[in-house]
């Protein structure tokens, strides 16, 4: 019988109690997950960030999914984000042409996530927002939150959703402007600046 020296943690395997999943890097990726908007859309945007924990450590292994209308307020109704090859199984990519609203990004070892996507349009009365589902370490139940676009400050004033939100929390939900036209949009899980998560019932 082999004997483990318990006395040093790094020397202990890891046992089914220190592994609590769900571990969202295994089978749920996919190949160009970020690239919502197709090739060369002229209304294309980028945006990215990180997404940190309660001590402000950067996650190296969240997982978001962002869903956005197209620039005209419509909800894609288009499938295609990861189509198969009906012979083989295997992944065939999106079409490069359809947007599909949708993309699943994981962060990378920074803890850092980008995504490109189709400016999205307003509905109703609310701002232009993308919608965002937040999978991380720690989390048994996913979070929700909205990334509101900076520019129109009027639409952003009467947006249903922000003016509920207290106003000192109310910029955690806005993407500032970045580099070369891109937006930043950092996730808090919790303490100091912690993200406005939304529950839907």
Known sequence: MTKIDTSRPESVL???SHTVGPFYGHALPFP???DIAPAGHPDTLALQGHVYDGAGNPLPDAFLELWGADPEGNVARVDGSMRRDPASGGFLGRNGVEFTGWGRIQT???G???ARTLRPGARGRS???LSVCVFARGLLVHLYTRI???G???ALAADPLLRRVDPARRDTLIATDGPLGTYRFDIRLQGEGETVFLEFQ
């Open 108 to 110: 990378d070892a920074n």
């Open 127 to 129: 701002a232009p927002y």
């Open 32 to 34: 160009g997950g970020g």
């Open 152 to 154: 129109d400050e009027a």
């Open 148 to 150: 509101y676009l900076p």
């Open 14 to 16: 890891p046992t089914p």
């Open 112 to 114: 850092h996530w980008s």
